[in-house]
């Protein structure tokens, strides 16, 4: 029984969800370590999770012709064995009201073994590349209630096997975490397109247009900030990040003579330029993960006073994603960035305080109040 569920938790430690782009994997052994917990015990569990663990993070990089470092391969082994540790604890404490039915004491198992892996996973994730510990796996992958239940199931499934010496059935259950380990791959496969597909288009726009460069790039960070400092949670604000990157993608539908005329606009021309946030949000709309940014992007340009475009939308009308995009993307155009062509060729350069003190003058009218003085907090605490 030992050799065995050893042997399937190796498996499912070599067939991963890996998600590239945050160079994490999500392994699928835990079903495995909870019935060796609660059928052999204590020892066995912690035993069988430290090697599995080792053998991997020394293989699988090998494999993959990936430098394998002693430090990651220290911090896995670390978050293993502290998973596993707390888990037989929480097992153990369980133990105490529920004797002899083992599906309930791998829950205990799981709970346990499951809520440490996760935040030790999330603070290390904090720890090294600054990312919030909201910004975690689970939220990337939007995991949904059925996939929790179906791993819960499995594990609970490969326990009472091994409880009751029915190990000719646990290879079985390979199944339902192979169907399990595909849904996830899928889910993260369209969640790395998806970044993919954001930043060709970027760059799409910014190679047709070069000053669109920098001013993405500032607005975008600066976005983000606003939306948090505005109390938007952690994955809005980094959708309204992404949305601000896109958010002049319509301009590539815009001629290019008039979007680099060095002077200033006719009415005729103007109206042409005023269709790019309209076509921002058609060129957008038919791909399923931009749904949310889509109403952003369209209405970035409408204003509190009803004076904006393309739908003339009054304040509460106003997403406030939009109401953000629109005060940063005023302030980087009034200021421009430092760097070789991004001055605006048609008008002077303003100030910082000069651009801010323009958006406090239209605060109410063309850009929301709330906003405008978010994002003076956030540039003057940048600015010291």
Not at 42 to 60: E, K, N, Q, R
Not at 153 to 181: D, H, N
Not at 235 to 262: F, M, T
Not at 307 to 335: H, N, Q, W
Request: hydrophobic content about 50%; overall charge negative; charged content about 20%.
């Amino acid at each position: 029984m030992v050799v065995l569920l050893a042997a399937m938790a190796l498996l499912a430690e070599f067939v991963p969800v890996e998600l590239s782009r945050r160079g994490v994997r999500i392994t699928f052994t835990l079903p495995y370590i909870a019935a060796m917990a609660v059928a052999v015990g204590p020892s066995a569990a912690l035993l069988t999770d430290i090697g599995v663990t080792l053998i991997a993070g020394v293989v699988y990089p090998l494999v993959r012709k990936q430098g394998a470092t002693g430090v990651w391969l220290g911090l896995n082994i670390a978050v293993a064995t502290l998973g596993v540790c707390v888990g037989l604890a929480v097992m153990a404490g369980a133990s105490a009201f529920v004797t002899h039915i083992a599906s309930l004491l791998a829950v205990a198992f799981m709970l346990g073994y499951g809520v440490t892996n996760f935040l030790l996973v999330a603070y290390i994730d904090w720890a090294t590349d600054g990312r919030p510990l909201k910004d975690n796996i689970m939220s990337s992958l939007k995991l949904g209630l059925s996939s929790v239940l179906l791993y819960a199931l499995i594990a609970l499934t490969v326990t009472v096997f091994a409880s009751r010496g029915l190990p000719y059935l646990i290879p079985v259950t390979l199944v339902p975490v192979w169907a399990l380990r595909t849904g996830l791959d899928f889910q993260a496969r369209m969640y790395e397109h998806y970044y993919e597909t954001v930043t060709a288009l970027s760059l799409m726009l910014q190679r047709a247009h070069p000053y669109t460069h920098g001013h993405l790039e500032r607005v975008a960070i600066s976005a983000e900030e606003v939306a948090r400092r505005l109390g938007l949670s952690d994955q809005r604000a980094r959708l309204v990040r992404e949305a601000a990157v896109l958010h002049d993608i319509g301009k590539i539908a815009v001629s290019e003579e008039i979007l680099d005329k060095p002077a200033r606009l006719t009415d005729e021309e103007m109206d042409h330029v005023r269709r790019h946030s309209a076509m921002g949000a058609e060129i957008l709309s038919p791909v399923r993960q931009f749904h949310d940014m889509v109403a952003w992007i369209r209405h970035h340009h409408e204003r509190p006073d009803g004076l904006g475009y393309p739908d003339r939308l009054t304040d509460v009308e106003i997403p406030i994603e939009s109401k953000i995009i629109a005060v940063v993307d005023a302030f980087d155009a009034m200021t421009g960035g430092e760097r070789p062509g991004e001055k605006r060729s048609y008008r002077e350069s303003m100030s910082i305080p000069q651009a801010l003190a323009e958006l406090e003058r239209c605060a109410g009218t063309q850009f929301d109040t709330r906003v405008v003085y978010a994002f003076k907090e956030v540039i003057l605490g940048g600015t010291g």
